[in-house]
């Protein structure tokens, strides 16, 4: 989708990003991260020409992103960033539909993108399009400046730092959201961070870099197992890589009590209670508790379910582990299936569910631990 080919950008004889050969698939989300002046930041924006790179390529579908008009390239990939950058003289639903109206979109066409992607994130479209960004919480202005770059439904978006300026619990709250709305939308992502419990808990693929080079890009589990160079165990936390203190077991990481639907329930309750929860997926379970499937808003989306029940439109394929499985062996099922759970399931019974966040809560803190002597006083 998006291809990077030994492209080098300097400013005199300084070297902001050395050679760079990266690659992000369709519908993948790769993080960009790195110590201060490593050339993230600068690569982001090289993709879509808000920087000229020195020498190299960069491809987008295969075509050089040199060959496109830099305005009109700049309308069809969305960018999101820390400030968000909503227009604070336009309503909500004005700030959303920027692109699609430079676009020539038809005025109901616009209305109905607007709509669809309010909904898309659990707001009321009656009553959010008609406010001002600064009748919003901070939270709530940084997903409208996610939507607005979703509006004309891009293949590919820029994050540069999106969530940066959050407390704590609500770039948690939207980075599990940013996932859910990935597994809708299925665009490829290239987003930026300092935070690298945010890389783990929303990548793909993480590329590592320093002074302008890439170190390393593989999938979260691989990085933690396997770092590339001392560098990266150092920036990555080697208290995320010692063995002796990660959670050997699914069961010690698994959540118990997912959100299930029942193959004889209707697919209307189900679908409400994906809303009601926040989530996109719910396990489908029989009246044992036995695994049967799963059900996505995407798949319903796609699927005529009114008047069906669970059990006649539930997907069966569902990657699954046991409780005594490795904890590992689980994080290493998502990251090469690029599936954001597993379910775990005993006796044929499902037990619970791993997710991305369970590899993130895993990990110990940056705390030092306390020695026997400490715990015993």
């Known amino acids: 989708m998006l291809r990077f080919e030994g492209v ?3 400013y005199g004889q ?8 990266l690659e992000a698939e369709r519908g993948e989300l790769v993080v960009l991260i790195g110590p201060s002046g490593c050339g993230k930041t ?10 000229e790179p020195t020498s190299g390529d960069i491809l987008l579908e295969g075509k050089s992103v040199r060959s496109y008009d830099p305005v009109k390239l700049r309308r069809g990939i969305g960018y ?23 676009l020539g979109w038809p005025e109901k066409r616009r209305h109905e993108r607007v709509t669809e992607l309010i909904e898309l994130v659990g707001m009321d479209p009656a009553t959010t399009r008609q406010r001002y960004p600064h009748q919003l919480s901070g939270g709530q202005q940084q997903r409208i400046g996610v939507l607005r770059a979703l509006a004309a439904d891009p293949e590919l978006i820029l994050m540069d730092e999106p969530f940066g300026a959050l407390d704590p619990i609500m770039r948690e709250q939207l980075q599990g959201e940013l996932r859910r709305l990935q597994r809708a939308v299925r665009k490829t992502i290239v987003f930026v961070t300092h935070d690298m419990d945010e890389a783990l808990r929303i990548a793909d693929r993480i590329a590592i870099m320093r002074e302008g080079r890439l170190l390393q890009c593989d999938a979260p589990a691989e990085i933690l197992k396997n770092p590339a160079e001392d560098f990266v165990a150092s920036f990555v936390g080697r208290h995320r890589m010692r063995e002796e203190a990660l959670p050997r077991l699914v069961r ?3 959540n118990p009590k997912p959100v299930l639907a029942d193959v004889t329930e209707r697919a209307e309750e189900a679908f409400a209670r994906m809303q009601s929860r926040r989530v996109d997926t719910v396990l489908v ?23 069906k029940s669970v059990g006649e439109i539930a997907e069966n394929s569902v990657a699954v582990v046991k ?7 689980a994080f290493a099922r998502m990251d090469a299936e690029r599936h954001p759970y597993v379910a775990v399931v005993d006796g044929g019974r499902l037990v619970g569910i791993v997710t991305r966040g ?12 306390p020695t026997r002597r400490q715990v015993r006083s």
Do not use: C
């Open 285 to 307: 379970v029989n009246g044992g508790q036995r695994l049967v499937g799963y059900l996505s808003a995407w798949h319903m989306a796609e699927a005529d379910f009114k008047g």
């Open 80 to 102: 999101v960033i820390q400030q968000v950058g909503l227009f604070p003289h336009m309503t909500v639903g004005e700030n959303i539909e920027v692109v699609p109206r430079l």
């Open 358 to 369: 369970s590899m993130v809560r895993a990990v110990p803190s940056d705390l030092p631990k």
């Open 42 to 51: 600068t690569t982001l924006r090289m993709a879509n020409r808000m920087i």
């Open 252 to 254: 010690d990481v698994m």
């Open 8 to 10: 080098t950008k300097s």
């Open 323 to 329: 409780p005594d499985d490795e904890a590992q062996e």
């Open 14 to 21: 300084h070297t902001a990003v050395d050679d760079l050969t």
